[in-house]
């Protein structure tokens, strides 16, 4: 799993994903390893092998991880039609080190008297831009910190839901190299700025 994710860091996912098809055969029940491998499996365009990785996380995926919230995304979209599939990563890694061509976005969630822990966000490429396959998930520290690290350069929402109504709805535009901070506190949420406004019936 180590070799596995380190090619991923490295955006190997080809390396990624043969180590990853001989774990999940030795260790058939590793989540962590099914999911990185329908991550690996969709940066190469491998859309059968990757929707059958996620549908065993969406199937095995017990109080709901975020893992299993990216892959029923991910599957959704593919059914879709005329809907780009958007490219998953594994969760944000804090500890991850920042390449200088990426971006990288951190902050904090904040509500009227204090920091919002364990909360789940997406930031989404925008459609119809070079992201728009880009996708990452996390959930806030316990202090309502959250980093997103190496970024691909481009227009992106920044949000708390895939589905029904968002806290926040937010468009964030890292350039290259560059650190953005951004606090989500309720001077910003969706009541007050919404970038992303749903058309009106």
Do not use: C
């Amino acid at each position: 799993m180590t070799k596995a994710r380190e090619a991923m860091s490295r955006h190997d996912y080809g390396g990624a994903l043969a180590l990853l098809r001989d774990l999940v055969v030795r260790d058939p029940g590793n989540f962590e390893a099914h999911y990185r491998l329908g991550v690996s499996a969709s940066h190469l365009d491998q859309m059968d092998e990757a929707a059958r990785a996620f549908e065993w996380v969406v199937a095995h995926g017990a109080a709901g991880p975020p893992e299993a919230e990216v892959a029923r995304t991910w599957l959704a979209a593919r059914q879709s039609v005329n809907v780009v599939t958007p490219a998953v990563y594994a969760l944000a890694d804090a500890a991850s080190p920042q390449k200088p061509d990426l971006a990288d976005l951190s902050g904090k969630a904040v509500g009227p008297d204090k920091p919002i822990a364990r909360l789940q966000l997406f930031l989404k490429g925008v459609p119809g831009t070079a992201v728009e396959r880009e996708y990452h998930v996390l959930r806030t520290d316990p202090q309502g910190n959250f980093r997103f690290t190496n970024v691909v350069p481009g227009d992106y929402m920044l949000t708390n839901a895939v589905a029904g109504r968002p806290t926040w709805r937010l468009r964030v535009s890292p350039a290259t190299g560059e650190r953005l901070v951004l606090e989500l506190s309720p001077a910003n949420q969706a009541t007050v700025r919404d970038d992303f406004p749903e058309p009106r019936p």
